[in-house]
């Protein structure tokens, strides 16, 4: 399965990027996705997730700025990020949990098995 993240970049505070994730061997509308960051010298973090029936998760850190989105037709998995901050500067990173159940834990890293290489997010203050 290969993940392929885009849409990251530099953008000054308070602006905002739309990431995107495509995934040719992946239906997303059947399983969780989530995106993940990691800034440098810190643990990766999920941001947001989408389960199967539509719930949204998110990151406290993000609630209110990021939105995480699909659109079945692309097959492609997006996260609008607005009002973004330099502490949002990090490597974003889409991810797949390739079971049919809702992840007990979507915004941790054990429960992704499917992880695209990332793209480099950078806020400046």
């Known amino acids: 399965v290969q993940l392929v993240e885009s849409g990251g970049g530099l953008v000054q505070a308070g602006g905002s990027l739309r990431l995107s994730c495509a995934a040719p061997g992946v239906t997303f509308d059947k399983h969780a996705v989530a995106w993940f960051r990691e800034a440098p010298g810190k643990e990766r973090k999920g941001v947001a997730c989408?389960?199967?029936?539509?719930?949204?998760y998110y990151a406290d850190s993000v609630k209110g700025r990021f939105t995480i989105s699909l659109n079945s037709a692309k097959n492609t998995v997006y996260l609008q990020m607005n009002s973004l901050k330099a502490e949002d500067t990090a490597v974003y990173y889409c991810a797949v949990d390739p079971r049919l159940n809702s992840p007990i834990d979507p915004l941790k890293t054990w429960e992704y098995d499917f992880w695209g290489q990332g793209t480099q997010v950078t806020v400046s203050s």
């Open positions: 989408l389960v199967v029936d539509g719930t949204t």
